[in-house]
């Protein structure tokens, strides 16, 4: 059987409350389907979810939220990064990506670059700009979760599989 599994880092509901009303604003926008704010880890997962959740679970360094400076909107590559938060890296999101990117991909050098993305699809370069002009975001977000996601369907029927958290804050 084929998976197509996706790790997120969640945002601390206070963040999560204006990344999803920024997500929601532009994929209205764009009329492009909604999704809830995160950052992914890793994506395309080819593994049991039983499997994921085992190792989700086995994190031993869950005890402190992970926060993170946003650099910018930025436009990038369609469909999958057209429009989203850069995060500037650090060495919490760095080790906390690298520990399920050890442990589940084949390839070295996975190159992780963090964000958030607003809106996915094929869009208009200067309806981006435009929209670019008029969104505020926050300058710093704090991750306190960590979620398995089924990205095997199309962007509104992803499906939250498990979630759980890695902080207090």
Not at 149 to 159: C, E, F
Request: contains cysteine.
């Amino acid at each position: 059987m084929k998976f197509n599994y996706s790790i997120w880092l969640l945002p601390n509901p206070k963040y999560e409350m204006v990344l999803n009303l920024l997500i929601k604003k532009a994929t209205n926008y764009f009329s492009y389907s909604k999704f809830d704010a995160h950052c992914t880890l890793l994506g395309g997962i080819n593994e049991p979810s039983a499997k994921l959740i085992e190792l989700i679970e086995s994190l031993t360094f869950k005890s402190k939220s992970i926060s993170c400076d946003s650099i910018g909107l930025t436009l990038g590559k369609q469909p999958w990064k057209s429009f989203y938060v850069n995060i500037k890296m650090n060495p919490d999101i760095f080790r906390i990506q690298n520990y399920f990117s050890e442990r589940i991909l084949d390839v070295e050098n996975f190159f992780f670059e963090p964000h958030i993305s607003l809106v996915y699809g094929s869009l208009d370069e200067k309806d981006l700009r435009n929209w670019i002009k008029i969104s505020n975001i926050p300058m710093k977000i704090i991750f306190n979760r960590i979620a398995l996601v089924d990205t095997s369907n199309a962007v509104r029927n992803w499906t939250v599989l498990y979630k759980t958290n890695i902080g207090q804050n």
